[in-house]
């Protein structure tokens, strides 16, 4: 495989903070771009205190933490990216947005940079033919939170070369995650099995058959998951959820993939999740 170190990551949201730490923390030197000053110095400040954090448990010492820190530069200029050798974008799920940065990234970065999204909802197929290189564009899928959890789906649409998934796949093992290649299918493999089940678990709370704690701790308790599904629901988002159970339904035109009446409410209440402060649950 080809050997780089500079990485673009574009947006620093809950995701991309997250996987701008995951790269920096593997030794690469990481650019993050956000779209102005005040959303830049909320990117900051989420890697910061996830390296605070893992300090003040000893799982990091100082000195680490600063070497890592240091081997992100933080911009509000996508022109800073002009040297990355792979990029990340992580920018919010709508194709406006995503038509808007991979423009960029296609006139920004080496004709030669792999361009990746980490999209959970929208088609990589779709993405990749708004550049000039789709041969070079790739789903890289991480999961929330993206310093934890090890999956990473790495998609593959009709048009990515194989080597582009191949050098994917390999950037995925290098910073400590394991790739699992996808088609391009809505959903692509993780969220078609688990975003219907967690929106089961809303039309089961929807239906008063059990409370939200009962149905999390049955399915905690009882399957041995880390959470249950409306934590769950909680920490992934809950437009997120939504948005990939209309993408599924808008593929497969299934029962199986009709959203819960109330997923679809308590989005348009604003109740997002632990990222509005209120979900199923309230986060203080
Ligand atoms: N960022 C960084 N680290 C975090 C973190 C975060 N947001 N949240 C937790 N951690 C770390 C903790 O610091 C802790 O680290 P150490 O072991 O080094 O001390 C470790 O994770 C365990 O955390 P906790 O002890 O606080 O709590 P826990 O044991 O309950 O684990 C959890 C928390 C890792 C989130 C666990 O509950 C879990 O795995 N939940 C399931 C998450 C999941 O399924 N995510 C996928 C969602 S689907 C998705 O994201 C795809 C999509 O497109 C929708």
Known sequence: MQEFDKVGVVGLGTMGAGIAEVFARAGFHVTGVEIDGAALQRGRAHVER??????????????????????????????????????????????DLKRDVFADLDRICPPGTILATNTSSLSVTEIAALTGRPDKVVGLHFFNPAPVMKLTEVVATVSTAPATVAVTA???????????????RAGFVAN????????????????????????????????????????????????????????????????????APLLRRMVAAGRLGRKTGRGFYVYG
């Open 192 to 259: 078609a099995l688990l975003v219907p089940y967690i929106n089961d678990a809303v039309s089961v709370y929807e239906r008063r058959l059990a409370s939200r704690e009962e149905i999390d701790t049955a399915v905690t308790k009882d399957a041995g998951l880390p959470m249950g599904p409306l934590t769950l629901a909680d920490l992934v988002g809950l437009d997120v959820c939504l948005a990939v159970m209309d993408v599924l339904w808008a593929e497969f035109r299934s029962p199986r993939f009709v959203a």
């Open 50 to 95: 996830s390296l605070a954090k893992a300090v003040d448990k000893g799982k990091l010492t100082a000195e680490e933490e600063r070497t890592i820190l240091g081997r992100i530069s933080f911009s509000t200029d996508r022109a800073d990216l002009a040297d990355a050798d792979f990029a990340v974008e992580a920018v919010p799920e709508r194709m």
């Open 170 to 184: 390999e950037v995925a093992k290098r910073i400590g995650k394991t790739p699992v290649v996808a088609g391009d």
